[in-house]
């Protein structure tokens, strides 16, 4: 009865401002503003660079978690997505007189010349027309499975790529774009990679969330609990490609040029990677992960200079950075088999907790009574 | 298009379409047993190349030995990767096994690129091969002959292989059942080694004829490759050796008689065979030849 009141009652209750855990959120998100703050004013390009990079890792690894942790979907074409959020974001923000430096081949398509956009409708702009190509592409490719399904997604980030290609009066074909505006700076990036964050938590915990978990677990007992499979992963897909598309766009501007050979396959693994290190259905662990190879791949960067051993000179090798980051996720891959965090999320009871265990050093804890599977 | 014309490009897809299908047949191989798409397999033909240019130009070893030492090697290579790379993950989820063949393919490139070079190389050219053949009006070089012929003996090979040696009776038990094949005493390890050392081995041939034929080998070169053969190997039909071939045949035909057909096409030559693989896909999803596979509840 009570508790009845209280939900229809119009006062907004700031009880819950109290307890712990929100404090804690709110002090950190504080915190995470104030260190933004410090780093937009007194950190140097290149850092502030590498934090732009973190923060869009997130998003596209978000992105394809959605896909492929939370729906049980193998999609192998996040690259394409990317390419073309990345794509229509840098036209459409680039100022006309840039546009024809740019385009000194071919001129370029007359409609597209004169559109310029500010650039959060640019960011968005590119999202959607990277959702509306997965929503073509999904109707036919959903109905695959598994690694089918994987050949085909990267196919047709293949054929994407192939196309902006070869349309020189849209895209400027091979020779990409150059100096495109550099609007992505860090309340841009970590703004919208918050944004993705909340909105994914929120999509994950609704019921499509639950339905696309029953999908990933296992189709034929979602489909037999009245869960439609196809519009569901379609959703899920179309989702997951508009972040990507935000991901590319925030991508194109941060880099300032941009040319199709940046979207090969090569792209989509990194964030497979990230995903998998993180844990394939876990929010928090992508997040983590996002930072963790980020970073590691341009601390590793020392690898291709000359360094000394104590006492070996080893000259520099270029390329070397990319051999050592490589063995290292293959080790990772073959001892960590799930990732940094599974399934599991972070949440401050279980990281106090943590804490307060260290000295006791108890049996494994099994968060929300699940099991060890 | 003049006959002899379209003769000239018939005969190149054909010689293009054996070698896809020399590749596809490692991938195949592979598929079929481990149900792990071998993304390294390219970039193991990528090394065969190199191999071959080392020992011919650097230490100047006579072609035909340095081709067996190379075919030997390329094996060896394959059974390396699998005990290293997918041996510990043998019941681990799919996806990590694949990401750990990613991972590999990775590592394979980036080593070729520090110890190679990323600088293109030119592949030598061996007289003996690059001999140009006339025939009427249409003038071939004898690779394009030797190609699809070696490509037709090593399937015979292969296949008396796999129905009537007691590898091959082992490679197919364990292809259909993993677990039962073990109970019957099957060193199943063993046979996925040798299945690995015979999938190298092929795309060694077809590494070191793709060298003759395109030389230019530059570290990235076998990515483009490695997909369409595998892409060659799902249209066919994963798992299944005949439709690798079909499928390489498939592949290299259209793509070199639609670019002959519509030259203004030529930009987009890399995007036929995924296009080619969507289709055929949407139509019939395990491939032309690969079975049906029931869904288990």
């Known amino acids: ?34 260190f933004l703050y410090i780093a937009d004013n007194r950190f140097d390009a290149y850092q502030v660079r590498v934090l732009n990079l973190c923060a869009i890792y997130t998003v596209l690894g978000l992105s394809m978690n959605l896909i492929n942790g939370f729906t049980g979907l193998f999609s192998l074409g996040h690259a394409g997505f990317m390419a073309i959020g990345a ?35 640019a960011l968005l702009v590119g999202g959607i027309f990277a959702a509306l190509m997965a929503f073509l592409i999904g109707a036919p490719v959903l109905r695959l499975k598994g690694d089918y399904l994987g050949i085909a997604t990267l196919g047709f980030a293949e054929i994407i790529r192939i196309v902006i290609t070869n349309l020189q009066t849209i895209t400027n074909g091979a020779l990409g774009l150059k100096s495109i505006p550099a609007k992505t700076n860090l309340w841009w990036s970590f703004g919208i990679a918050a944004f993705t964050t909340a909105f994914l938590v ?22 037999a609990m009245g869960i ?14 508009f972040f990507a598309g935000v991901g590319g766009g925030l991508l194109g501007n941060l880099l300032g040029a941009i040319n199709p050979l940046l979207f090969r396959f090569t792209l989509t693994f990194n964030i497979l990677l990230i995903i998998v290190l993180g844990g394939m259905g876990s ?36 390329g070397l950075r ?8 293959m080790l990772v891959v073959l001892f960590f088999r799930k990732g940094l965090m599974g399934t599991n999320e972070f949440s401050w009871d279980s990281f106090i907790g943590f804490f307060k265990n260290i000295g006791k050093r108890p049996g494994k804890p099994l968060s929300k009574g699940g099991t060890e599977s | 298009m003049a006959f002899d014309v379209f003769l000239q490009h018939l005969t190149n897809g054909i010689s293009l379409g054996s070698l896809y299908a020399l590749v596809a047949i490692g991938y195949t191989m592979v598929y079929g047993i481990l149900r792990l798409i071998n993304f390294a397999h390219g970039d193991i033909f990528m090394m065969a190349t190199y191999f071959t240019f080392y020992s011919i130009v650097i230490f100047g070893v006579p072609w035909y030995a340095a081709f067996l030492a190379v075919i030997i090697v390329t094996g060896a290579l394959g059974m390396i990767l699998e005990a290293s790379a997918y041996r510990p993950l043998r019941d681990a989820p799919r996806i990590s096994i694949m990401i750990s063949a990613i991972g590999a393919s990775f590592l394979l490139e980036n080593l070729a690129i520090v110890v190679f070079g990323g600088r293109p190389k030119a592949f030598p050219a061996l007289d003996f091969f690059t001999e140009v053949i006339r025939l009427g ?77 395109f030389p230019q080998i530059q570290p990235l070169m076998g990515v483009m490759p490695g997909v369409k053969c595998f892409i060659a190997a799902v249209i066919g039909g994963i798992g299944n050796i005949h439709g690798a071939v079909l499928g390489g045949f498939i592949l290299g035909l259209v793509e070199i008689l639609l670019i002959a057909f519509l030259p203004d096409l030529t930009g987009y030559r890399d995007a036929f065979a995924f296009i080619l693989l969507i289709i055929v ?12 596979i029931a869904e288990k509840v």
Request: glycine share 6%.
């Open chain 1, 1 to 34: 009865m009570n508790n009845n009141t209280q939900k229809q009652s119009p006062v907004i209750r700031l009880d819950w401002i109290k307890e712990r855990n929100p404090k804690l959120t709110i002090i950190s998100i504080l915190l995470l503003c104030i």
């Open chain 1, 87 to 121: 794509y229509t974001c840098a036209l459409f923000t680039m100022p006309v007189t840039v546009k024809d430096q740019n385009f000194f081949l071919e001129p370029i398509n007359e409609v597209l010349r004169t559109i310029v956009l500010p650039y959060p409708i």
């Open chain 1, 202 to 223: 929120w999509l994950i915990n609704s019921s499509y969330g639950r339905a696309f978990k029953a999908i990933r677990e296992d189709e034929i007992a979602a489909e």
């Open chain 1, 228 to 241: 439609n499979l196809f519009k569901h992963k379609v959703l899920s897909f179309v989702i997951g490609a």
């Open chain 1, 283 to 318: 929010i928090t662990g992508t997040i983590i992960s996002a930072f963790i190879v980020t970073i590691g791949q341009e601390a590793l960067r020392f690898l291709d200079q000359p360094f000394s051993l104590g006492f070996i000179q080893v000259p520099g090798i270029s």
């Open chain 1, 322 to 329: 990319m051999v050592v980051f490589s063995a290292l996720l």
């Open chain 2, 137 to 213: 009006t249409v003038s071939i070089q004898r690779l394009t002959f030797i190609i699809p012929v070696m490509t037709l003996v090593l399937l015979y090979v292969l296949l008396y292989l796999i129905n009537n040696t007691k590898s091959g009776m082992a490679m197919r038990a364990v292809s259909k059942d993993f677990e039962t094949s073990r109970l019957m005493g099957i060193d199943v390890n063993r046979t996925i080694s040798v299945t690995f050392c015979i999938g190298s081995m092929l795309a060694a041939v077809g590494g070191i004829m793709w060298g003759m034929k």
């Open chain 2, 281 to 292: 896909l949407l139509f019939r999803p395990t491939g032309i030849m690969g079975e049906k």
